[in-house]
Every structure is written in C-alpha cells, then in structure tokens.
C-alpha cells in the first residue's frame, strides 16, 4: 500500500465507523446487548456490511460467526443493501386472501424486480413480503418504508411508486 492510499485509509475508516462506535459504547460493549447493537447499526446503514459486522465482533471480543450467526438467525436483519424506499407486502392470511399477490406482481413488474432480484439497480427501490403486520382488518396491507398503507389496490401501489418518483426528480 503506497504511503497515500495508507493515509487515506486511515484518514476514511475512522470516519466509517464513528456511528457504530456510538453505538457500541452506548451499550458500554457489553457482549449480552449483541441484538440491541445490531438493530440499531442496521438503522445506521439500513443493512449489516460484512466489515461492521467484523467491527462489532471485534470490539465486544466476540468470534465474528457468532455476529453472523445472529445476524442470519433473525429475519429482520438485512445482509444485503436495500433501496432508500422499501415496500414491505404483507403475505398473510388476510392479505393474501384479498389480493396481495396481484399487488406483489404489479409493484415487481412496474419496478422491473422479481423474486430473485428484490432491489432496483439504482438503490431506489426495494420490495419485500412480510408475515401478517398486524392490521388485517385493512388487507391488503403494504408498508413504505415505515408508512402503513391500507385496503390497496395495484393502482394505489402504482401511484406510491410514481409519488416517490416524482418526489426523487425535484
Ligand atoms: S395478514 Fe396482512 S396485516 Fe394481517
């Protein structure tokens, strides 16, 4: 490494890593409160980087795996990137009963996703199915990001998709 790319490195990864170094210390790095870190390095980075994860393993003096281990065991623990919007399709009973699925087809075809590819090459847009949300008495039920949005239809899908669209252009 040429002495430039060393200072620069070191001049960039401090930087990276001050958030979660927040956070660390707000647990006093105390190993039992890993979930608790996790959650809330997550909402810093909206996914867990490979590297923070190591980071987080290092300063608690824990085995790396075991990080991964609990970041892979929960399913609201994102190893991946996601889109700055997240479309969240609830799949339960009373969702799917009243239409989801044509709601999930509609938003992947419009976004041009499928099952295998969740997120939009430009970062915008990611969407997911969730178990029951809790709210059945307004299936089908999709959140954006942390918005509810109730009783919808493909074409109140398509006009959140087009809202944020707009939005993204001014
Ligand atoms: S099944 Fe969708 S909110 Fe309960």
Redesign the pocket.
Known sequence: MSEATATKSRGTEPRRFVKVIEILDKYERNPSKLVPILQEVQEEYRYLPEEVMTFVATSLGLPPSRVYGVATFYSHFALAPKGKYLFRL???????VRG?TALLDTLRKRLGLSENKATTDDMLFTVETV??????G????VVLNDEVHGLMTSDKVLALVEGVMQQEQM
């Open positions: 609830c799949d339960g009973t009373a969702c799917h989801s178990s029951c949300l809790g709210a059945c307004l299936a089908p039920v």
